[in-house]
């Protein structure tokens, strides 16, 4: 690539700059960030319903199973391999060339490290599973790593840049190489499992070229101290953070996996998924934007206040709902987008559902702890939050408990988590208390009358599953949409109003979306 211009040469960044200087300035960026995620998202999800509906029938759930379980070595690697260098690069508030150099000789080691240190783990790891065809499915997937590592310091710079309209794009063409025609194409000509391993190779390998063309930088790395120590540290303690979140949020799916067997594993992966495809993506694209914006305001303890507050109203009023529907309507979605074959995930979504609602309302504090710095406490409730998990999860399989039981201990774990982050939050923004316990108020009162629109969908009438999942969804936008639009006193339609989001635009982006859905 050779060498690039400095962070200020960059159009995008003096029009960020200038952007902040203005009234409102970063609230604008951040919003217009958030917009181009949701657009990948969205993009994304529609995607995805007939992929997944499709793949599901063309690959064993073993096959998912074995994917289930080389996902998590490998989201173990991870924290290893990326070291936190992205997010370092995104929180650092002065970054230099020589530091941009730094972060890519460190991805770079890491990522290379990480999987020899994978490849040579693997036999042990299928072995601890009983699965000996693990080990081949891992040193595949870890393939990821190095590839992962050319663009992962290009990427940081991207969000550090506010440049989420490119990053949108990237991750939308990413997913429709990587699993509509890679994935497709060889599960259809008998690869199986194999075909879900090349998919996510062939995303790995776009996501990193697409994002060095979109921002190249000096590819000469540098190792000098004064240039490391700081990306280092910082990276190294949110890396550490990160491996507990994953350990703990992976805490069900290991024990499921060790205890009750691949096939097993294959049907909670697939509930797990019906509920990742809309939630998390609305959490995590929102919480990609949060981290530089927030980051930027690290040290106004006003500006954090308020913008923690209204981000718990918005987070609850649009996840609780959206994982509340979900629960209801998960049997004929089960049996519309996977197969009649997969009726044990469709009782398992909707504890799955409670679990990931509270999670991905948890990234909020999570995520403003981490941009002002403050990983000590974030640390404590991890470590908490993991022994939580873990030592349920232990009664259970002593007292012969299934999936059921295990994704119980998830949902205590999570609780126990936001209870811990209110407190530590409570600490750093007194002021928004009253604001914040409204929210989770409106939020659980939005996701009741949603939830009792999907169901009156569901069982109305005698229809076939594709017209229940269509009322239900069709009931459930429409009292969502009227309760933003006309209850008073809602919070999150006043924080978004603020932002100059107005109900009519909801209902656009709703009604594209609806539009656009295939659920045949």
Not at 212 to 226: A, D, E, V
Request: charged share 15%; net charge positive.
């Amino acid at each position: 690539m050779g060498d690039a211009p400095s962070l200020q040469e960059w159009p995008e960044y003096e029009l960020l700059d200038a952007r902040e200087s203005a009234p409102g300035g970063l609230a604008v960026v951040s919003a217009r960030g958030m917009k181009w995620n949701y657009i990948a998202t969205a993009l994304v999800f529609i995607l995805q319903l007939p992929y997944t509906a499709t793949i599901s029938r063309h690959v064993k759930a073993s096959g998912f199973g074995l994917v289930a379980l080389a996902n998590l070595m490998l989201r173990f690697g991870s924290y290893f391999a990326n070291i936190g260098i992205r997010a370092a690069i995104v929180q650092r508030e002065s970054l230099t060339d020589e530091n941009i150099r730094a972060a890519f000789a460190l991805s770079m080691i890491s990522g290379g490290v990480t999987y020899l240190a994978l490849w040579f783990a693997a036999p042990f790891l299928a072995h601890l599973f009983h699965q000996d065809s693990l080990t081949a499915v891992i040193r595949a997937l870890g393939l990821s790593f190095p590839i992962s590592s050319l663009g992962a310091t290009a990427q940081g710079l991207l969000r550090r840049e506010f440049r989420f309209r490119a990053v949108a794009a990237l991750e939308a063409i990413s997913f429709l190489v990587a699993y509509p025609i890679v994935a497709l194409a060889l599960a259809f000509t008998g690869h199986d499992v194999w075909s879900l391993v090349w998919a996510a190779i062939a995303q790995s390998a776009v996501v990193a070229v697409g994002a060095l063309i979109l921002r190249p930088h000096s590819l000469l790395p540098t190792l000098r101290p004064g240039n490391v120590d700081g990306l280092f540290s910082f990276g190294g303690r949110v890396s550490l953070l990160s491996l507990l979140e994953f350990l703990s949020g992976s805490s069900d799916t290991l024990a499921v996996g060790r205890y009750s067997g691949p096939a097993m594993l294959g049907q909670y992966d697939r509930a797990s998924i019906l509920v990742a495809l809309p939630v998390q993506q609305l959490a995590t694209n929102a919480s990609e934007v949060l981290l530089p914006a927030v980051s930027r305001i690290q040290s106004d303890r006003g500006r954090l206040s308020s913008t923690y507050e209204a981000g718990l109203a918005i987070f609850s009023a649009v996840v609780f709902p959206a994982c509340a529907v979900i629960a209801v309507i998960s049997k004929p979605l089960v049996r519309l987008l996977l197969g009649p074959q997969w009726g044990l995930a469709s009782t398992l979504v909707p504890l799955v559902a409670v679990a990931t609602g509270l999670d991905m309302v948890s990234l909020f504090p999570a995520v403003i702890c981490e941009a002002t710095a403050r990983l000590n406490e974030k640390l404590v409730i991890q470590v908490v939050h993991l022994g939580t998990i873990v030592g349920l999860i232990a009664i259970a399989v002593s007292r012969g408990g299934g999936v059921r039981m295990f994704v119980l201990a998830w949902i205590i774990g999570q609780v126990v988590r936001q209870a811990l982050y209110l407190k530590v939050m409570d600490t750093m923004a007194p002021e928004a208390r009253r604001g914040v316990a409204v929210g989770y108020v409106q939020g659980a009162m939005l996701s009741v009358g949603c939830a009792g629109a999907a169901a009156l969908g569901v069982h109305a009438a005698p229809l076939p599953d594709v017209g229940r999942v269509a009322a239900a969804g069709v009931l459930a936008c429409i009292t969502f949409i009227g309760a933003i639009a006309y209850v008073p006193g809602l919070r999150a339609r006043d924080e978004l109003r603020s932002r100059g989001i107005e109900h009519r635009h909801v209902t656009w982006a709703m009604c594209k979306i609806l539009r656009s859905a295939n659920f045949s």
